[in-house]
């Protein structure tokens, strides 16, 4: 049987995974992880444990004790703030990958999922279109710990025959949780305001362009990918994922069709340099070649969903 443990559940990504990933296994099959304290009925009433992914022997015994099958590995330190705070961004994003890798090596896993991201490239990668291999030389930490990650699976996969599978996300849009520090954020935060003042002040320049997913087509991509069989697998750093290619005046201008009184301004700050270094779009076929993704959500679909649903009451 499936027995399944998200850690980071807390964050952007794993809040929205447990709640999924419950849905298809039942909440029996599905422990969520953090370091935070936290009560269960915050996680659909399944079972939650306190966890830092830092401290290897309290993850190692719970995996090996609670018989886990499968570790979705989420726990990291994003773009922006791993800016400020680089020594123990490396430690947080390297760290538990090892602790999770050395698990399955060993045999007490049998499947694990850990995330890469548009960071890994870097001003010298080819920003339209991003292949699938490619030039990549990162500028930021997170970048350049999670291109050393994405060599790291595909050694153990290489050496070890661990089956570790893994995305390259975009920047991710979603309504059930507030930005967490991303370059990318503010493509969330803008519907916030919106929706509250009618106005709304971006860190990206009106034309930075990158690609962007909305959270739902990223969770099913995720799962697709984990229950897609072995074989299908053929990458084992991280497979490039698509999506919605869009800049803050596009997002802008599509949010006016909804409130027309919408207004826009610009003031770039550290996080613009960040974007510059990233892709405008990517390539994902290898993705839809080797497991059949296919994402869902037009950026019209995208900002109805937020506008509808996004709760001001939280900032």
Known sequence: MKKILLIG???QIGTELVIELRKRFGAQCVIAADVHDMENNQFLGGEYTKLDVLNKEQVSSYVIKNKITEVYLLAALLSATAEKNPDFAWKLNMEGLFTILDLAKEGYLK???????IAVFGPTTP???????????PSTVYGISKQAGERWCEYYFNNFGVDVRSIRYPGLISYTSLPGGGTTDYAVDIFYHAK????????LSENTKLPMMFMEDAIRATIELMEAPIENIKIRSSYNLGGISFTPKTLSEEIKKH????????????????????????????AKNDWNWRE?????????EMLRHVDISKI
């Open 296 to 304: 869902q959500f037009t950026l019209e679909k995208m900002v109805s």
């Open 9 to 11: 559940a807390c964050g």
């Open 111 to 117: 499947k694990i999922f850990w995330p890469s991201s």
């Open 196 to 203: 509250k003042e009618g106005k709304y002040t971006s860190f």
């Open 259 to 286: 409130i027309s009184e919408f207004e826009i301004t610009y003031n770039q700050d550290f996080r613009q340099k960040i974007a510059d270094s990233w892709p405008n779009s990517i390539d994902d076929s290898f």
């Open 127 to 137: 920003k339209d279109l991003t292949p699938q291999y490619t030039i990549m030389e």
